[in-house]
């Protein structure tokens, strides 16, 4: 494809169903469902601390009635049975206010995700039903004023005492509070509570129990106390909380037992005997929630985009010296290097998505048909789209924000909001840079069933002893073949710039190149007798750059599917050109590290800068046609970009 041919006109609906996919039904539903409570968009700035809170509440029961909150929850209690629908509702849903987004999440997602992952029938019997109508509220008691990340670390303890068949729920110190609880502020009923169990005296690690924090007047049950996080960053809707536990007691059968149970005789028992495997098996049966908050940040970048790019297509200033009008700003490159990338990217991103929902719901669905290696992809998949998708919408919003001058500045035109609710997606359900870390240590380890903790040391010992051999010899080799193909005259010919196999070959030959470094820095630590934490710790920057690559590498894989998947021509086309960008820009932004190692060229960096600029132009005239695409409604958007 020449970089100067024009693009064929694309029907903006093609374009559209091509993005929705197999849940357009959901989302058009959802899309409806937020025009009817649109003007919530409005209120918040109005209304007192107290009453967004209520008034979310509201809709919250308001979106239940709908049903479309229940999608990922069983048939025979209510919900629709289908994962994937879940998560495709739920993202469509971020197009409104973020605070009933989260508080929906926090709700169906990880109140009722335990209840459903880690309970068992008689849970299932007693609760769903309930929850996934909004009459009982709950909230996810995981995380610890002292441990956010480290949930294996968990202070709160449940001691089981066999003479009452009760547990014992305390919390030993200030830092083992329960803190940032979603709905504990005011609204939640009951909590799912991580604690470390202690059965006949011996602790067997993090598990859950599901327990009442307030009564039927919505006062703590004894032995609870709660107290209000106050006002955050963003999010005023959503109530937050603190719950601290002193000596709560409560019956057996609270303790949520998939993977766990008391016995009659008092003994602890698991299908799982392995504490490590079994923990993480435990979480990562939560993974739909890091999904659905990577899903929700995407979709505020492209209601960002939206705004932005239709504001840069009306918005005159300036012009051609001498002439008599000005020209809308967007038709400025710069404005465009601003805007389009991250465009691209968001639909990068988009395709990924698709691919990780699809693969989601057919664990969940058909989990016969996949084993324990296949989750544990999925989970790193999940870890590594949510790090990159959310701390795209913080830039993208920005950017945004920022290319729409004062007007961007102004809370009608929701970039506030935006910039203040979305921010803290980089930290929940996961921080990013935690994440990643996750992501690598996948990548070196390959999920080895030995390999339980991924610690340092296990994981040094694992590359050692290993790894490092063969990803050594396949990265040396392949550098030989790609200096020689970089080598061939006519190698910065313009036109093999927009290869799709040379893009997926680059971003490859990275992933590879800086996997295989890191394999032969953590050999040199261990090899020269360093301490295995030391060595593991000094390579974290090398670490989260190879989980970087890694993801952007599959970005560009699932975005060249979803061009390969449009069975319509101009739109396929369309879609193709938007690819070459991503890729491109991918490139360019690291042409530092390409160049240091000898894959590219000066010139030919040169002509990938030139070709980025090339596309930009190209793709301007259909800048507007690519974000209404996303289908957001004209009541949602502000009134400066409304159609």
Known sequence: MSATSPLSVVDATALRDHLDGEYAHVRRRVRAKLVEHAGLLDEPAELSYHEHRRRVLELLRAVAASGDTGLGFPVEYGGGGDVGASVAAFETLA???????????????????????????????????????AELLGCFAMTETGHGSNVQALR??????????????????????????????????????????VVGGEPRGVHALLMSIRNADGNPVRGVRIEDCGPKLGLGGVDNGRLWFDGVRVPADALLDRYASIGEDGGYRSPIENPDRRFFTMLGTLVQGRVSVGGAALSASKLALTIAIRYGARRRQFGPPGAEHE????????????????????????????????????????????????????????????????????????????????AGYLSVNRFAALKADTDVFTTFEGDNTVLLQLVAKGMLTQYRDDFGRLDPLGLVRFVVGQAVETIVERTSAREIVERLRDAVPGGDD??????????????????????????????????????????????????????RVHVERLLLEDFDAGVRACADAPTAELLDTLCSLFALHTVELDRGWFQEHGRLSGERSKSITATVNELCRRLRPHAERLVDAFAIPEELLPPLVRG
């Not at 709700?107 to 009722?112: N, R």
């Not at 800086?514 to 670490?543: M, T, Y």
Request: charged share 25%.
């Open 327 to 406: 020209v809308p700003v967007l038709d400025y490159l710069a404005h465009q290097r601003r805007l389009l990338p991250r465009l691209a990217k968001t639909y990068a991103l988009h395709f990924a998505q698709g691919r990780l929902v699809s693969w989601l719901h057919e664990v969940f669905v058909a989990s016969d048909a996949h084993d324990e290696l296949d989750r544990r992809r999925l989970e790193a998949f999940a870890a590594g789209l949510k790090a990159l998708s959310t701390w795209h919408a913080t830039d993208t919003v920005q950017a945004c924000r920022e290319a729409c001058g004062g």
């Open 494 to 547: 313009e036109a093999g710039l927009l290869d799709r196999e040379y893009h997926l070959e680059l971003l490859r030959w990275r992933e590879e190149h800086v996997i295989g470094a890191l394999a032969r820095r953590l050999k040199r630590g261990v090899d020269a007798g360093d301490d295995p934490f030391e060595v593991f710790n000094s390579c974290q920057d090398h670490v989260l750059a190879a989980a």
């Open 95 to 133: 197009y409104g206010d973020l605070s009933l987004l989260v508080k929906a999440g926090v709700q169906f997602g990880l109140f009722g995700g335990a209840v459903l992952h880690l309970g068992t029938a008689r849970h299932h019997e007693k609760y769903l039903r309930r929850l996934i109508t």
């Open 156 to 197: 709160t303890t449940a001691t089981y005492d066999h003479a009452t068949r009760e547990f014992v729920i305390d919390t030993p110190d200030e830092d083992a509070r329960k803190d940032y609880i979603g709905n504990a502020g005011l609204h939640g009923r009951m909590a799912v509570v991580f604690a470390q169990l």
